[in-house]
């Protein structure tokens, strides 16, 4: 025992109960080292109290009574020790954290639910096309998996975001007068006429969840990759099959619509975004018409080049549905019976609108003829209205990305036939009068030939 | 070690007690004193663990005896020996009092130690020693009980103001 345990037996000293060998090692111990014998010299004083028998006894009583007036219970000794009072801390610490851990799993849980429940409350934006093509790109195919799967899920980084854009969307949802207003001074009266029809539909199918499962996971398949994951207001337009095309259709999991609008390019997924649904959010339309001007300045080659294949979007409206407020082009006025070709293209080129009468087999309607010029440059995404007179039989519409000359244009128009391996689809939106708005999409999968060229039978676009 | 080994080095343990009490003039008249007593009272006394708490005793008493010499010879008041009353061959009612007096102190400050300490306390005032206490209170090591011994003792005197006395 070292001399640092000896001091250990003072106590005993005192209540005289040291062993032989304790007094033996604490006494030799004593002998050797000052400060134990004067420790020891001080304690005389308390073991002469503690030899006095009486007092002895006295202090046994108190004790004794002390001990019988605070009964301690088992539970309470244990706590007192400090082993006790760690295992309590560590259980209370594992308690707590299992609540606070419950709760934020409980919240995310919820918050999960509620970013589905906003999604599924907007019905999916789903390209046209998609309802048409069931077979979806198989790129996309795990990503819908994943939002069909259970919320629970999705992990909370997607959460939030999906959360923040449903913020951003309901933001957006609030001022879609003001938008629908400011659109109404540009876009053309068959895109205002598609924008009112689909908020109807979406009016409808908010309540009644219109679309159904299929549609609208074939609507999410067909979600390109890069666009947001908003889903948007749109009542996916109802849907005639593809059309065949007159020529060659190659059979494809791509869209015409799809192709139209490109695959990669950011601002083209927003231009279909923006005419699908009318009620997307005015940060991703300023975007869009930043991109737009941009496009406009002449900066289209930067965004698309000559990746994209060559897309025409048209529509044809009589007089009557066209309304008052629509702007052509062509130098002519609205006639009573005749046709307005309304054209879109996916990329800046260079159109001829050409048509075919009885009497008059090919003559060009688009430029007109008295201008010497035998195309007109379209610019991407901006719409022209062109109106058809009467009493033609079919029109040809040749968009390319090279001027024409009259070589070409006498050898493609007399050939009447339409380029090879172009896709076309029909979108049919309906009308608040019951009536029918088809637009359709043209594009040529071939990214090597500079033109497209269709044929329009008239009075069956 | 023999007899004479141990009062030797009892008696420079007992000098240097001593002068840290008192000064040195008088510590070696209170050394000289206890060593007399262990010399002539009891000669036949040679164990160590008997002989050295004698020695304690011994000189717990030679430094009461000093104190009141010391009140005697008005070396504290400077009174005149006339005045003081004759001495009582047993307790005085000073010292009486003081005992009482140590008594209630040690009373108050073990009713404010732990549940352990008292327990400790009242096995070692019932002469168990710590051997038994180690098996009444279920310790495995007696270390154990000779560290919660000495961490109550600690307390208590700290309780009584740091002094037994």
Known sequence: MSEHDLNKLLGGFAANTLTAEEKQQLYSAALQDQELFNVLADEQTLKELLADPAVRRRLVQALQKNSSTAPSSPWLDWFRRPAGLAWAGGLAATFFAIILSTRIYQDSVKEAGRSVAIEEETPAAAPAPSVTKPTAPSINEPRLNTQDSAPSSVPPKKNALADKMAKRETTARAMPEERRARNSATDSPLQQLEQDGLQKQTGSTSDKRAPSN???SASADHRPASAPSTPAMTPAPTKVPTTAAPTGQVASALSARSMFYGERAEFDTALMAEEQEPSQSAQRSGRFEQKKGALVAGKPAKVTGFTKPLGIRYSLMTSETKGPHSDTDGGSTNQAGSIYLIIDVNQDGYLQVWGETESLQHHLLFPISEDEQLSSKLIAHQRRTIPVAAGHGTIILRFSRILFDSSTKQAIVLSGQSSLGQLQESVTTDETSGSHEQTTYVVNQDLSVPELMVRIPIGKP | ?????????????????????????????????????????????SELTELVPLAFQVLRYKMLDAHRKALRHGEYNQESVEGLPLADTGDDPVTQLD????????????????????????????????????????????????????????QLLALMGGSWD
């Open chain 1, 214 to 216: 299929e549609e609208a």
């Open chain 2, 1 to 45: 070690m023999n007899r004479d080994q141990i009062l030797a080095a009892l008696r420079e343990r007992i000098l240097a007690f001593a002068t840290s009490r008192v000064s040195r003039d008088h510590a070696e008249d209170l050394t000289q004193d206890t060593m007399a007593v262990l010399h002539e009272k009891y000669p036949m006394v």
């Open chain 2, 99 to 154: 005992q009482k007096q140590r008594v209630d102190r040690l009373l108050s400050a073990i009713a404010q130690l732990g549940e352990r300490c008292r327990e400790l306390f009242r096995l070692k005032l019932e002469g168990k020693s710590f051997p038994e206490i180690q098996k009444l209170m279920s310790q495995t090591s007696i270390n154990t009980i000779y560290t919660w011994d000495f961490r109550c003792r600690k």
